[in-house]
């Protein structure tokens, strides 16, 4: 397959809304609605829509008849403990039935570049324990489960 990883333009808007619920495509947490996964990603994909969010970088991935597959995007902010310049990669999804192709490897690779080049030492991402899929993508890409979250529902 003939695959274009790039940075994204307001044309591609509508295709990079669509894949926003792909963030949600494993099994979540009964605490969690899908549009928990993605909601803050589509505010933020907006956000850098408008003009108002230079600190986040966005890629997509088309084949070569323009449809696009997949995106990456990613904020440039202070690494957590050591507060060294950084990224933390927001969203990465690609459309369903393209897993597996490389797709989600090409706009990993190109959003680290893209940080790499901006002055970003790291980059950071949040994936659900359940999502043993991601976690084996990034363990694979070099990533380290450094930290771990926890979370306990205070309602009766």
Request: aromatic residues 6%; contains cysteine; glycine residues 8%.
């Amino acid at each position: 397959m003939s695959l274009n990883c790039r940075p994204a333009c307001a044309e591609d808007a509508d295709a990079m809304f669509a894949l926003m619920p792909r963030l949600a495509a494993f099994e979540i947490p009964d605490s969690r609605t899908p549009e928990h996964l993605w909601m803050h990603d589509a505010a933020m994909l907006r956000r850098w829509l408008d003009g108002d969010a230079d600190d986040v970088l966005v890629h997509v991935a088309e084949d070569g008849s323009g449809e696009i597959l997949g995106i990456a995007m990613a904020s440039l902010r202070p690494e957590l403990l050591s507060t060294e310049p950084s990224a933390h990669l927001e969203a990465i999804a690609v459309a369903e039935g393209t897993e597996g192709q490389g797709i989600g490897k090409r706009l990993l690779t190109a959003v680290e570049d893209d940080v790499r080049s901006r002055g970003a030492l790291t980059m950071t991402l949040h994936v659900f324990a359940t999502n043993e899929r991601a976690r084996g993508f990034y363990e694979h890409a070099g990533y380290d489960g450094e930290l771990m979250r926890y979370i306990k529902p205070l309602s009766d």
